[in-house]
Each structure stands twice: as structure tokens, then as C-alpha cells.
């Protein structure tokens, strides 16, 4: 009797076969209006489509065995290949459908190909684990293990599919969205970093102003996001009426301006914590081996405090560009654009793929910012030991 080992891949294989043959793989549809008809894995797997089971067995072999870091680089690269092989096969079929039916069929990933492919990635991610505890290497790991699909995705292998075609379709709104989304977020992050950075530095400093600062900014994040936006709809557009010059540079009720000004009052909740937590870890013995070296309060703060602060400050930083580039989304509400223009354009009109058109991109946004800002604080995590 085989004793189980890995007791996460077999639950995650176990899941990934339930997704795979009980689930429809693909959906095909005479337009986007009308219900597509689903079609299942094993229909597919015929030709080269047969080597989707490889990978599979692979799996299930390695969910039979102790974890060790050997078989955790073949679990690495077994759910890798089963991601590249499920993009391929789905866009094979969406080609292959596209012949027999009209310009106007739509072909789209089912419940079953979406679960493949996210049981795929947390197959690859749990394995990175087992590898490596460096967060810097996972990343990297992590990263690679998407390169394949990511380069069928570029050589137009996947063309066929409804979510490819609604992207060529509206390739500039797309790409509008895409730099409008960039746009909110770096014009939030820049004020409140200005703000947030001296808010937390006095709350660190003097703990009279610590309760007020941080009730003001609790209260705040209690507040819906969609209130805030619309609450500050009549100020700026009376600030805008009475200030003829902050209308000319684009302030008004609607628009960018109430969604950034909603934004950063969002962020400084979690900012201000993070600076206030980063130099409170700064141990109390550096601080007074600096001041007996002679440096002032100035050169302490610059040269010690900060330095020793900035992994749990830009951990902070992380969390608000994450939250940032979501709620963003709902800032299409008041005209804000970006991705949730598309989002809303797509609930309107009942179609699912437009809205992922949206949807994706914003996850994918949030999981390189996060990424992002993780690889910079293993960096720093690194150079100072």
C-alpha cells in the first residue's frame, strides 16, 4: 500500500481531474447573444491533444510521493506543461470551430478549462514553496512557469477564442483603458505618498496625534466606495465653478479627479500603519549606538530608522497599489475609464466575455504590482544580510 505523502497535490489533482472531465472544457456559440452549447475534454483529446495526459500522469505519480525538492521541480514543471498544453488545446478547438461555423460563432473557455488552469498555477506555486524559501527565486519560478502560454498567447494561437476576438474588436478602447487604469494609479500613489509619509512619521513621533489621525482614517475606509465617490461629486464641482483654472486642468464632479482624490483617502489608512510599524521595529539600541556616534535626530532618521523601516513600509506601499488598482474598477462609475468602463459596458449588455476583457487585465495588473513590489523587498531583504 502506497502511503500518501503530498497530501496538497493529491487534493489539488484530485480537483483538477473532477474540474477536467466532470466540467464542460469549452463553450461554442452561433454569436454572443445566444447560450453556447458546452463540449467536454474528452471529445477533445484525440491527435496531439493527447499528450494533455502526460503531464496529468505525471501528477498523479508525484501526489503518491514523499515531497522532496527533486520531485517538487518535476511537480514545477509537470503543472506548467499541463497550463501550456490546456491554453493550446483550447485554442486549437476555437480554431477548429471557427472553420465549420460563421464569422459571428464565439468559442469560450468553460468552467472546467478556467479551474485547469487555476489548478495548474497553485499546483506550480505550492511546488515553488517546496523548492525554495527565498520569495525573490518564487517569483522568478513562479514567472517562468507562465513564459509558455504567455508566448502562445503572442504568436496568435489563441485568436479563435470570444475573449481574443472582443479584444482585437476593441483594441484601442483597450488600450485607452490599459493607460487611464496606469494613469489613476500612479496619480493616487504620488499624493499619497506625500501625504501619508509625514501622517505616519508624526504619528510615530508624538502619540497625542496618533488617535485622531487614525480614527479620521478609519472612518474613512468604513465608507463605501461608491459613497465616497459620489460624495465628493458636489465639492469638487463647486470647487470647480468657483476656481475657473482647476476646470481647465480637468477638475470637475466627474471624472479622474473625484476618483483619485476617493483613492488616496483610501490609501492612507494602510500607508500611515505601515510607516508607523516599520519604525517602530527599528530596534531602540541602534537608535542609541547613532546617537552616541554623534549623528542628529535628521541623520538618524535618513541613515538608520529609514533604511531599517523601508521593507515594512513598502509592504504597505503594496497593499494600497493592490487595493488601488481594484477599486479603480468602480471608479468607472463616475467616468473615471479604465478597465471598469469596459466591466460596466459588459454587464449592460449581458455580454461575459467583454466583461472579462475587463476583469483579467485588473488581476493580472494586481498580480505584477504585487509581484512587483514583493521582488524589490526580497531585494532589500538580501542586501541587508
Known sequence: MIAVNNRVLLTLFILLLLAAFGLP???????????????SLISLLHGPALWLLLP????????????????????ALAACGL???????????????????SRLA???????????????????????????????????????????????????????????????????????????????????????LAIGVPLGVLCFRSERWQTPIFSTLNIIQTVPSIALFGLLIAPLAGLATAVPWLAEHGVSGIGMAPAIVALVLYALLPLVRSVVAGLQSVPASVIESATGMGLTRGQIF??????????????????????????????????????????FQGLLSSALDLVLLGVIPVILMAVIVDSLFKFIVSILEVSRR
Open 302 to 343: 535618513l541613515r538608520v530608522q529609514l533604511p531599517l523601516a523601508l521593507p515594512l513600509f513598502l509592504t504597505g506601499v503594496r497593499i494600497l497599489a493592490v487595493q488601488t488598482v481594484g477599486m479603480a474598477v468602480v471608479a468607472a462609475l463616475i467616468g473615471a475609464g479604465g478597465f471598469g468602463a469596459i466591466v
Open 25 to 39: 472544457f469549452l463553450s461554442y456559440a452561433p454569436n454572443r447573444l445566444l447560450s453556447g452549447k458546452s463540449i
Open 106 to 192: 464565439r468559442t469560450s473557455w468553460g468552467s472546467g478549462c478556467w479551474l485547469m488552469m487555476a489548478l495548474s498555477l497553485l499546483i506550480a506555486a505550492d511546488a515553488m514553496t517546496r523548492i525554495t524559501a527565498s520569495h525573490l527565486w518564487r517569483i522568478l519560478g513562479n514567472t517562468l512557469a507562465v513564459l509558455p502560454t504567455a508566448a502562445l498567447l503572442f504568436s496568435h494561437q489563441l485568436d479563435q477564442l470570444s475573449l481574443l476576438k472582443e479584444y482585437h474588436n476593441r483594441q484601442d478602447v483597450f488600450d485607452a483603458a490599459l493607460w487611464q487604469h496606469l494613469t489613476i494609479l500612479l496619480a493616487t500613489l504620488a499624493p499619497a
Open 56 to 75: 496529468m500522469l505525471a501528477l498523479a505519480i508525484l501526489s503518491l510521493l514523499r515531497p522532496l525538492r527533486r520531485r517538487a521541480c518535476l511537480t
Open 83 to 101: 497550463l501550456t498544453l490546456t491554453f493550446w488545446l483550447s485554442g486549437h478547438a476555437a480554431g477548429q470551430l471557427a472553420q465549420q461555423g
